[in-house]
């Protein structure tokens, strides 16, 4: 189950254990599982919640151990989850799927993975920055009911 997964690969993170062939099989299931071939589309990973996708990813990164392509294979999970029906989003959309701190974490482990997809990084910008409400921080706050990025 992705929890299952997710919280294993936490536990080894927060304990600062990298276990190579484990997180190597980890990454070249997740990459395999939601390969347009092996899934009636490519986003049919959307079993993973956004929290369960943002620790996965995060443990790679806090161990510093490559992806191998597998936020690259989430990126249609998450685009999925946070659309209005059209493949477009809005800060709202996304605050209804995903927290801010799963954002957060989601761009740093592309920063660490070296790995950005191309159609999941403005969704990020969004979800940490705004778009339509012009970045104004006191109306995200309010969207995401948090103190904001900054304290």
């Known amino acids: 189950k992705p929890q299952d997964l997710s919280n294993t690969c936490w536990a080894f993170a927060t304990l600062g254990l990298l276990h190579n062939s ?23 990973g959307v079993r993973f919640k956004a929290q369960e996708i943002a620790n996965l990813v995060w443990s790679f ?15 249609p999970c998450i685009l999925q989850m946070c659309s209005i029906g059209n493949g477009s989003y809005t800060e709202e959309s996304i605050a209804r799927c995903i927290k801010r701190q799963e954002v957060a974490n989601l761009a740093w482990s592309c920063a660490v993975s070296e790995e950005y997809p191309k159609e999941l990084m403005p969704l990020l910008y969004t ?15 309010k969207l995401y009911g948090d ?3 900054q304290k």
């Open 61 to 75: 990164a806090t161990l510093n151990c490559k992806a191998n392509g597998m936020i690259e294979s989430f990126a």
């Open 127 to 141: 979800a940490l920055f705004g778009k339509g409400c012009q970045g104004d921080p006191d109306f995200l706050k």
């Open 22 to 44: 484990f997180f190597n099989s980890v990454s070249s299931q997740v990459v395999l599982r939601l390969s347009p071939s092996k899934a009636a589309t490519p986003a049919a």
């Open 147 to 149: 103190n904001g990025i």
